[in-house]
């Protein structure tokens, strides 16, 4: 009989304590340790900062490491525990999903304490972890292969008054843009679970895998805002530009109408950036199919008057691949 997942110190003690989510071994794999840091300053609210779902985002362990080094000095009232890398397999092997098995961290919430290791990793942070926080920001970013803004995401909420309250944590990031995003995917998310239980759960998405120094500025900003709106610092919120843009939008993108697939196999030529408006039938991109002599290229065209909220870098993609989300200014 294998050991239950735990933390291996007291993470109400007050100040900053530091110690191991332990996930228990498996038949796939030992036990892992993943490092977690718990900032008590007493009564308020109970934040839970998570990073590296996916091993391929390099942004959010860097903030959230960042935030290591500040947040003990300014926070003023809380508890805010922060887990730079949820799933440090991935993390090894730069990939979205864990190596060992295979799947997606992101879709097998709230796991199975018996299953493969993501199974485990999915389960340790649901009992453990979720538990301790009201709110939670779950640090990602879209990946390499993809154009995207800092933009802080969430999906409709069945939940009128979680779905507003949501949106409102998710605005004061004042990333550039704020997408609330019908998901096809939402049943195994993180997100789900932490909103089936009445929890305020944003996830902050950034850039397309480049890691540079102004993104990272302006996520770091974002979440120092989101600090700043929960009352666990204090201090003025930044609208750090990015484009040119000063401001934030909010937008929603719906599946049937704002997600554009490959409709052949070729190579995509992205003819738009992120944040454009494009009218109904403005072009998007360009795909030209390289395997026959005679085949033409294909427009890509704006089913709708939006804004380009992601888009692929110029690749080769196969039919029925994701290469553009657009969006429209949401009405609230
Ligand atoms: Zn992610």
Redesign the pocket.
């Known amino acids: 009989m294998s050991e239950a997942p735990h933390l291996t110190f007291d993470f109400e003690k007050p100040g900053m304590s530091k110690g191991h989510l332990v996930v228990p071994k498996g038949a796939d794999c030992e036990a892992l340790s993943l490092p977690v840091f718990s900032l008590n300053k007493g009564e308020g609210p109970r934040l839970l900062i998570t990073g590296g779902?996916?091993g391929n985002?390099l942004e959010g362990p860097i903030v959230a490491r960042r935030l290591i080094e500040w947040l003990p000095e300014a926070q003023t009232c809380g508890r805010i525990i922060i887990v730079p890398v949820l799933n440090p397999p991935a993390l090894k092997a730069f990939t979205r999903n864990t190596p060992i098995d295979g799947l997606n961290l992101?879709r097998v919430f709230p796991g199975r304490a018996n299953g493969s290791v993501t199974e485990r990793i999915a389960d340790a942070v649901s009992r453990i972890l979720l538990p301790t926080a009201d709110t939670i920001f779950d640090l990602?970013?879209y990946?390499p292969g993809w154009e995207f803004p800092l933009v802080n995401t969430t999906h409709p909420i069945a939940d009128p008054d979680l779905m507003a309250k949501t949106i409102r944590m998710a605005e004061a990031f004042k990333l550039p843009m704020t997408l609330i995003w019908e998901h096809p995917e939402t049943p195994g998310m993180f997100d789900t679970l932490a909103q089936n239980q009445g929890k305020v759960f944003v996830c902050p998405e950034l850039g397309g895998g480049e890691v540079g120094a102004e993104a990272l500025a302006i996520y770091e900003a974002g979440v120092r805002n989101g600090l700043i709106a929960l009352g666990l610092i204090e201090g003025k919120s930044a609208n750090l530009t990015f484009r040119h843009q000063k401001s934030t939008q909010a937008l929603e993108t719906r599946r049937s109408s704002d997600e554009l697939y490959s409709p052949a196999r070729g190579i995509f030529e992205p003819r738009c950036s992120i944040l454009d408006e494009v009218k109904q039938g403005g072009l998007i991109g360009i795909l030209h199919p390289m395997e026959s002599l005679s085949a033409l290229s294909i427009d890509i065209l704006a089913p709708g008057t939006s804004i380009v909220c992601g888009i692929r870098s110029g690749s080769y993609v196969e039919v029925g691949e994701f290469i553009a989300l657009l969006g429209r200014p949401l009405n609230h």
């Open positions: 779902c996916h985002e992101n990602h970013s990946g």
